[in-house]
Every structure is written in structure tokens, then in C-alpha cells.
Nanobody
């Protein structure tokens, strides 16, 4: 079992910066990759699925969603079992609940672990 605890969400104005943290505990040795996904408000984007924000492999390879490239940076501290998401130049459309994700086996997403989510609200 893996437990994920996110922190760092909040309310801020467009153009600001925020850093999210996700601390993993439990069977962290089984974690392959970690990442962040987000779910925008249903009212503004009905039917929109949770989307990838950024991911980082155990070897440090990163991947970003197109809408955040150049603005967000994901990093990982393996000693602390923590993954970070530095978000700069935030826009109102970045408003969402951000979820931390831990991948055990990429071929079996049903084995993924998820955090409880942290709200990020960006005002214009």
C-alpha cells in the first residue's frame, strides 16, 4: 500500500506562482513513476476528464501536458519520497483540483495510487 498526501494548494491571482508537494509513504519502493493530474471545475468544463499535468519517472525523465509546458516544473526527491510541482505564470484556466499519482506498473493503471487532491484557484 502507498499513501499520498498533497499540500500547497491555495487561492492566488493570475501570474502568480505556487508549489505543490506530494509525500509518499508506505511501500514506496514499489513506485515506478509519479505525477500530477488535475480535474477542472465541472461547471466550466462539463465532461472534461482528469488530465495529465506532469509526470516524472524513477529515473528522472519528465513529461508535461501541452497547456503547462514552459510554466510548470515537476521534480522528485527520492530520499524524501516526495514529488513537487512548481507552477509559475498561473492562469485562471489552471484552476482545478490537483491530484498526486503514483504508478506501480505502467501496464496496469488500475494499480495506481491517488492522493486526496488539493484545490488550486487562480483569479483573473
Amino acid at each position: 500500500q502507498v499513501q499520498l498526501v498533497e499540500s500547497g494548494g491555495g487561492l492566488l491571482q493570475a501570474g502568480g506562482s505556487l508549489r505543490l508537494s506530494c509525500a509518499a509513504s508506505g511501500s514506496t519502493f514499489s513506485i515506478n513513476a509519479m505525477g500530477w493530474y488535475r480535474q477542472p471545475p465541472t461547471k466550466q468544463t462539463p465532461g472534461k476528464q482528469r488530465e495529465l499535468v506532469a509526470a516524472i519517472s524513477s529515473g528522472g525523465r519528465t513529461d508535461y501536458g501541452d497547456s503547462v509546458k514552459g510554466r510548470f516544473t515537476i521534480s522528485r526527491d527520492n530520499a524524501k519520497n516526495t514529488v513537487y510541482l512548481q507552477m509559475n505564470s498561473l492562469k485562471p484556466e489552471d484552476t482545478a483540483v490537483y491530484y498526486c499519482n503514483a504508478v506501480i506498473d505502467p501496464d496496469y493503471p488500475e494499480y495506481d495510487y491517488w492522493g486526496q487532491g488539493t484545490q488550486v484557484t487562480v483569479s483573473s
